[in-house]
């Protein structure tokens, strides 16, 4: 089904100054280099600029200061990245989850549905789970018993989510993730690995976004506490007890261990791993594979991988890096010498 509003209709819903004509009708959002006529693209990086005349996009949602050729129209706003994505949300034809109640799934005893609940084939829905209004729950998941999951949460196909875990409104899950599932707690003695049940569940606020195949552990004892607001990319891996604040955002394939706290508004780029038991205060954000093994206390940019470099220069500065604690000490042997030499 095909969404369209007019250039009016989406300024007034973003907030945005319209130029040239506002009955125009917009179906589809796309880039200044691949949109067409009937479509609004955007520009929110200067290294793009030059695609603006040459674009064949009905129109443009700018920056207030930017000039608009006299053959397009536009959208003018503060923020023309938050402008698009919020016109992309409107003019979104992603197919739902799931469309009514399957026959073929599975409903226990004790569970309350509420209303325009969606549940797709092959669902198995536990005992005493409670679906509030509007929840879309896609073809092959699992929800466990005693599960809560909020109002306007969808989650795709293939989801697991284990029992007693809550889920907030708004939440959107991704194929493959796996909620609740055991975090890696063992006790050691006499070199046997004796499992420590984990009795803690995991709590998911309100308008969290987690990727495919991400998985979140249950608490030990405690819970593992998701805010609200976080986004959590692809293949990422949260452990038991973590505890992640408002509206931090964590890309693909990041590690955060057990018991970890991080702040409000952090941004943890790729492939970073953050050390179990440590906190990251608010407004810190990490550079894509980085480790993290001490507190952050004080907010601002942090970095600790190795960007790549040509091979010979690599493998150079690799064996340096191996001499750097003898270096380190003829160094120190240097400095002794000078001032035993400076006190005579």
């Known amino acids: 089904m095909t969404t369209a509003f007019s250039l009016q209709q989406l300024a007034e819903k973003i907030g945005a100054e319209v130029v040239?004509?506002?009955?125009?009708?917009i179906t589809a959002v796309a880039t200044l280099a691949s949109a067409k006529p009937g479509q609004i693209a955007f520009l929110a990086n200067e290294k793009y600029r030059s695609q603006v005349d040459s674009t064949a996009a009905s129109a443009i949602i700018v920056a207030p200061n930017v000039t608009v050729p006299g053959h397009l129209a536009a959208l003018r706003v503060s923020n023309p990245y938050a402008g698009f994505a919020r016109i992309a949300q409107l003019l979104d034809n992603t197919p739902n989850p799931a469309q009514g109640i399957d026959a073929s799934a599975r409903i226990g005893a004790n569970v309350i549905l509420g209303d325009n609940v969606h549940i797709g084939p092959n669902t198995v829905i536990a005992d005493n789970?409670?679906?509030a209004n509007d929840v879309m729950i896609g073809a092959g998941c699992y929800v466990g018993e005693g599960v809560r999951i909020g109002e306007g949460s969808k989650l795709w196909q293939h989801v697991v989510v284990y029992h007693a875990c809550v889920i907030g409104n708004h939440c959107l899950i991704h194929s493959g993730s796996v909620i609740g599932a055991d975090?890696?707690?063992?006790a050691n003695e006499a070199g046997k690995w004796i499992k420590i049940p984990q009795l803690g569940r995991v709590v998911i606020g309100d308008r969290v976004d987690i990727g495919a195949s991400t998985t979140i552990d249950r608490g030990a004892l405690d819970d593992t506490i998701i805010s609200n607001g976080v986004i959590i990319d692809n293949q990422?891996?949260?452990a038991h007890n973590v505890f992640?604040?408002?509206?931090?955002?964590i890309a693909g394939c990041s590690v955060l261990a057990g018991s970890c706290r991080i702040g409000k508004r952090c941004l943890i780029g790729g492939a970073s791993a953050i050390n179990g038991h440590i906190s990251i205060c608010d407004?810190?954000?990490?550079?894509?594979f980085s480790?993290?093994?001490k507190e952050i206390t004080e907010p601002g940019a942090y970095a600790s991988g190795m960007p790549a470099a040509p091979q010979r220069e690599w493998r150079r500065n690799g064996a340096r890096y191996r001499q750097l604690d003898e270096l380190f000490q003829r160094v120190k042997q240097l400095e002794k010498q000078n001032n035993n030499e400076a006190g005579e």
């Not at 975090?183 to 063992?186: E, S, T």
């Not at 407004?283 to 894509?288: A, R």
Request: with cysteine.
């Open 20 to 25: 040239g004509d506002d009955s125009m009708i």
């Open 129 to 131: 789970v409670v679906l």
């Open 183 to 186: 975090g890696f707690g063992w």
């Open 236 to 238: 990422c891996q949260i």
């Open 244 to 249: 992640i604040d408002e509206d931090t955002a």
């Open 283 to 288: 407004d810190v954000q990490i550079s894509g």
């Open 291 to 293: 480790m993290v093994i």
